[in-house]
Each structure stands twice: as structure tokens, then as C-alpha cells.
């Protein structure tokens, strides 16, 4: 009995370090491309920067879907659709996956900013969303 | 009392007959062109109006920004021009990594509505010309004749809803893949009523 609870025990804290485990791969793929000084402040100053879309030429931001508070869900810009909050002291979902994160970033500086985010804009802004 | 079981055995017939013509009846003229919608394909094709999602991965993908559109709502050469040009997704990056993009495609085109069994399906593609590749379900001509009653300060100028895209927000069940006019609830309007 003894024994079974050791391994539960030791599964169930195994598991947490397997989502924090992504967060840290994330770091460590950012460390690899040279990336030294992480700074959240800057990640939320790019986080909450507005720049133009060059199709429509509105201002857009991160915060245009995701909304000013990231504890609550944000929502589509154009279709919509519920976005769920990314904060993950609110949704244990967010930052546990390596895929989904890089899938994201991708995409989304990609429409936001119009290019690809640096290593260092992502780990910073990373860092500024993992404290929230 | 002799002629009892042919009396009956006729009247059932008859009533099949008469039921059929009801159910074939509904007003479109999508029905009978390439794809036959004879008695029997109306009696015996599937009760819903087009195949659900059953793909987590698509659910998940191509659910996460827009309603989970059904394969069957678009021929097979969409699915592939769209999933071939992810970057330029209505003027948004949908991008995805290889080994997804090409798992979603197969998905798309194996559900697609070339030989699906459903109602819509079928008169979708009915309705389609053969060299047109439609990106937009809402630009089909079979949805716009369906849709052409509704004035449009109910969608494009209703605040609540703004664009005939997001199916599900008046269609209730779209995700079970039901269609049914009856179930349609127009947001900050109230049932459709023609």
C-alpha cells in the first residue's frame, strides 16, 4: 500500500513538472538562439503595442482579440468566436503544450505584426504571460 | 370483409405514395439535377442535413476561431484550395504544421460533400456550376436562395450577429449538423418567421 502511494504521489508531482516542462523548453529553445536578457516588461509593451494592418490599415494589437484583461476570455475580431482568457492563474490549459505555443506565436505575430515574432519577442512576451 | 386485406394493402400504398409526394413537395429546385432525389433516396437518406464532425482534431484546428463548418457543406476542390493557401485564410494566417495540414485535408476531402449521402450536401453541389471552386459556404448559390428572404438588418446590420458566416448563432443545432428552418433563433430578433 505504502509503495502505491509513493508512485502516486511521485506521478502526480511528475506531471506537474511536465507542464512546466514545456514553458522551460520554450526558454531553452530561445537561450539556443542567443537570447540572454528576458524582460516581462517588454513583453507586455509589446503585448498591448498597436501597429497597422497593412490589408485594412486599422490598428491592431494582441490585445484586439484576447482583450485589456487576460484573466476573462477575449473574442475574435472578426468571427467573433470566444477565445479563452490566457491567464493561466485562470486557465490551467494555457503553456503546457510546446505545439500550440509555437502554432500561435506563428500565426498570430505573423497577422499582428505582420512578420514572425524574434526569439526575443517571444520569450518576452511569454515571460509576461506566464505571470499573469 | 373479403376484400378487407386488399382494401387495406391499397390504402397503405396509397398513403406511401401520398406521403412521398409531401415529403418530395419542398419547394427546390436544387433536387433533380445530376444527383436524383427520387422517393426512395428522400425516405431513406439521412434524417440530419449534413454528416456532424466527428474529427477532434479539425474540431479543435478549425473550431478554435470560426464555427466548426461540416466537411459535407463544400465540394472537395475547396477544401483543397483552401487548405493549400492556410496563410491567406480570408485575410488571416491559419497556418499549420505539415503533418496537421496534410491529416486535415484528408479529413476535409474524404467528408467532403461530393458523394455525401445528406440533404444539403447533395444540394449544395447540385447548385454549384462545375468550374466554380467556392471558398465561402455563404456564397453558394443554394445557400443564398435559402437565405434570401432575410432582410438584411437582421444579419449584416443586426449588432448581435453581423454576418451569415457564423452559422450556429442562429441555426441552433448547426453543430449537430441540423439545419432545420424550424430551429432557426436570429440573435436579439427571435424565431424566423417567412
Known amino acids: ?132 | 370483409m373479403k376484400h378487407m386485406k386488399i382494401i387495406v394493402t391499397a390504402s397503405a400504398i396509397v398513403g406511401l405514395i401520398l406521403s412521398a409526394s409531401l415529403v418530395i413537395g419542398d419547394d427546390d429546385r436544387y433536387e433533380n439535377k445530376e444527383r436524383k432525389e427520387g422517393v426512395f433516396r428522400q425516405l431513406f437518406s439521412k434524417k440530419l442535413d449534413v454528416a456532424p464532425v466527428k474529427n477532434e482534431l479539425y474540431r479543435e484546428e478549425c473550431g478554435s476561431c470560426h464555427f466548426a463548418y461540416q466537411p459535407g457543406l463544400l465540394p472537395s476542390r475547396s477544401w483543397k484550395k483552401m487548405m493549400g493557401d492556410l496563410e491567406n485564410h480570408f485575410d488571416e494566417n491559419a497556418e499549420l504544421d505539415k503533418e496537421t495540414q496534410v491529416a486535415l485535408t484528408k479529413y476535409l476531402v474524404e467528408n467532403s460533400a461530393d458523394d455525401a449521402n445528406y440533404k444539403r450536401s447533395i444540394r449544395i453541389m447540385n447548385s454549384l456550376s462545375k468550374n466554380s471552386t467556392p471558398l465561402r459556404i455563404t456564397k453558394t448559390p443554394y445557400f443564398i436562395r435559402k437565405h434570401d428572404e432575410i432582410p438584411r438588418r437582421l444579419v449584416q446590420g443586426n449588432p448581435k450577429l453581423g454576418s451569415f458566416s457564423k452559422c450556429a448563432a442562429c441555426h441552433v443545432n448547426a453543430d449537430k449538423g441540423s439545419y432545420e428552418e424550424d430551429d432557426v433563433r436570429i440573435p436579439g430578433v427571435g424565431k424566423w418567421d417567412d
Not at chain 1, 61 to 86: D, F, R, W, Y
Not at chain 1, 96 to 117: A, L
Request: proline share 1%; hydrophobic share 35%.
Open chain 1, 1 to 132: 500500500m505504502k509503495a502505491k502511494t509513493i508512485i502516486s504521489v511521485l506521478f502526480v508531482l511528475g506531471s506537474q513538472f511536465a507542464s512546466a516542462n514545456a514553458v522551460d523548453d520554450m526558454f531553452s529553445e530561445y537561450k539556443k538562439s542567443g537570447v540572454t536578457n528576458i524582460s516581462e516588461q517588454q513583453g507586455k509593451t509589446l503585448w498591448t503595442k498597436k501597429f497597422t494592418n497593412k490589408k485594412t490599415g486599422k490598428l491592431q494589437s494582441c490585445t484586439t482579440c484576447h482583450g485589456n484583461n487576460l484573466k476573462k476570455a477575449g473574442k475574435h475580431v472578426k468571427t467573433g468566436k470566444l477565445i479563452e482568457p490566457m491567464a493561466a492563474s485562470v486557465n490551467s490549459k494555457r503553456y503546457t503544450k510546446v505545439k500550440t505555443m509555437k502554432k500561435w506565436f506563428k500565426r498570430n505575430c505573423k497577422w499582428t505584426i505582420g512578420r514572425e515574432c524574434s526569439a526575443q519577442e517571444q520569450a518576452d512576451i511569454l515571460a509576461y504571460l506566464i505571470k499573469q
